[in-house]
């Protein structure tokens, strides 16, 4: 579970007796405050946030909303208050469940609980009760959740498939004394499709053999040995463990010495097969903080060969390779559980940056999710890459499609197709002939207050950028205003594609069919209402071209 900072092992706030009580010991009190005060708290606090008040009789969504005028209207945000992590990622009986680091008390980060949604397609999302909030234990920080159809776990009831939460306890009494054991792994588990949630009597399941960071457990089931695998940040490596029930757990091997970054403390792993050529390999995500590839957080990855027990990379050991290159896509993990037929490994990552994540000026709430995007490997001179693309199911959100006019294009050419239309979301698909002057080319979007934020190629067309120098307010963070490259790990050849994606505080970049990927964050402070495509130097040519206006999944459209 990331945190900012020093915000690993320190309280946001610290209980305090109104009065003198020195006829007790200050252990007795540390007992009653975590056991009876902080449990009680907490429910307070998930309580009001489950009871807030829906929009008035003939009010719509977005008019509630109409004050917010950062609020997504294509991506996951919060009603209110804070969240980060997206957590417990798993399909089941048709749902797409969606849970997340949350704190109902305040808009930054506090005592975490596990918000929940569920969507039928990851798209359009219902949100639900807080499921887990904090306890004698401690906080619940990140994890996983899976189904246990075989009843591995013995907590299933009546035939009645368990899903079981698996995820880190963290004791933030223990964390501010200076301990290194005060997080440990724990279960939870729902026999009513995940609406309620039964924290399990014999928790921890993993104790602490004496490390700080010791979190963010991601757990899933290793057929070829008949048992479930959990892949836990530990410091800056990962630790595997097998298990036969999801309650007893072996430490198995460690990785991470040596390879990709160590610039921050490694978090939220995951770890999956994929298909590359008709080859298996295996995908290992690692989150990292600080060290990300535009300052502050990000995720890399690493491509090799898992065996039930160690995994072995096939990268170069200094190599580090970031699943998204922009700054604003953090802590992602895949849902578990999706059919074998669908054929998918689907992924959620968190939109923000722990360098200004708490600072970001929206208002009631602050953070969304990235949209759901579907991963690939693809060969690059003889090297295997992890490449996204935006899922299928967002095409739902098409209201209307706008072919653009092929032809030539010199310095900026407005797409003049968007008159009248109202301002975003959008999705354009471009693809763009590479000049022989090799200047940068892309697309533009601006407002009538001369804001704008560019995405495109350079170089010439082997790196991707977005630059938000002039997006708007960025006045909350010394570095935001910045300009951001990705390397596109291939040669472009003549023609490059281009998807984008602008929501009214983010914009998302797929270029080459997803093989370079940017996420970055914007605010401007009039809704981008103009798009252009340009060209630096000379003249390049949009060989085809779409605009597809988005309608909002939460307003009603």
């Known amino acids: 579970m990331p945190n900012p900072g020093s915000m690993k092992t320190t309280l946001p706030f610290r209980l305090k007796p ?49 004050s917010e005028p950062w609020r997504p209207r294509i991506h996951f945000s919060p009603d209110s208050m804070w969240m980060n992590d997206p957590n417990g990622m798993v399909y089941f009986d048709g749902e797409y469940h969606l849970f997340y680091q949350y704190y109902p008390g305040d808009k930054v980060w506090g005592p975490m609980h596990w918000g929940h949604a569920v969507s039928p397609d990851m798209v359009r999302w219902e949100h639900l009760p807080v499921a887990l909030v904090p306890d004698s234990l401690g906080y619940i920080f990140s994890g996983s959740a899976v189904a246990d159809p075989a009843n591995t776990s013995r907590l299933g009831q009546d035939g009645r498939t368990p899903l079981v939460a698996v995820f880190t306890h963290h004791d933030p009494d223990l964390a501010r004394d200076g301990s290194d054991v005060f997080q440990v792994q724990s279960l939870a588990f729902s026999l009513d499709r995940g609406r309620t949630w039964t924290k399990y009597g014999g928790n921890p399941v993993l ?20 048992c479930w695998i959990m892949v836990l940040a530990v410091q800056d490596r990962v630790h595997f463990y097998s298990s036969p029930d999801l309650r007893t757990w072996t430490r198995e091997s460690e990785f991470g010495p040596g390879w990709g970054t160590h610039e921050g403390v490694w978090e939220c792993p995951d770890l999956f097969p994929m298909d590359l050529y008709g080859q298996q390999k295996w995908v290992l995500l690692v989150s990292v903080n600080p060290g990300g590839p535009q300052g502050g957080s990000g995720t890399q990855y690493f491509v090799g060969d898992f065996d039930g027990s160690r995994f072995v990379p096939e990268q170069n050991p200094t190599d580090t390779l970031w699943m998204d290159g922009g700054a604003d896509n953090y802590a992602g993990v895949s849902w578990s559980g999706v059919p074998a037929e669908d054929g998918r490994r689907l992924l959620l990552g968190w939109m923000s940056n722990w360098a200004y994540a708490q600072q970001v000026p929206t208002h009631p709430w602050r953070s969304a999710m990235t949209l759901p995007r579907s991963l690939f490997l693809f060969d690059a001179g003889g090297e295997t890459h992890l490449g996204s693309r935006p899922v299928r199911e967002l095409a739902s959100l098409r209201k209307d499609s706008v072919p653009l006019v092929p032809g030539p294009v010199t310095a900026l050419r407005e797409i003049s197709e968007i008159s009248g239309m109202d301002a975003g979301p959008f999705e354009v698909d471009l693809t763009l002939r590479v000049p022989g002057g090799r200047a940068d080319l892309g697309i533009v979007f601006s407002n009538d207050e001369g804001e704008e934020v560019r995405a495109g190629f350079r170089n010439p067309g082997g790196e991707l950028y977005v630059d938000r120098t002039r997006s708007g307010d960025g006045a909350f963070s010394n570095g935001f205003a ?13 023609e490059l594609t281009l998807r984008v994606y602008l929501d009214q505080s983010s914009v998302e970049v797929f270029a080459e069919d997803g093989k370079a990927v940017m996420t970055d964050l914007v605010f401007p402070t009039r809704p981008f209402n103009r798009i252009a495509i340009y060209c630096g130097e000379g003249e390049t040519e949009l060989v085809s071209g779409t605009l597809y206006p988005l309608k909002g999944f939460r307003d009603g459209h």
């Not at 004496?210 to 040995?225: E, H």
Request: glycine share 4%; aromatic share 8%.
């Open 18 to 66: 109104i009065f003198p009580v020195p006829v007790f010991p200050v252990a007795f009190l540390r007992i009653i405050v975590r056991r009876i005060a902080v449990p009680l708290i907490a429910v307070l606090l998930s309580f009001a946030a489950c009871t807030r008040p829906e929009p008035a009789a003939g009010e719509s969504v977005q008019t509630a909303l109409g």
């Open 207 to 226: 104790a602490n053999p004496g490390i700080r960071d010791f979190r963010d457990p991601k757990v899933s089931w290793f057929a070829d040995r008949s």
């Open 482 to 494: 910045a300009t951001h490259v990705h390397p596109l790990r291939m040669d472009p050849g003549e």
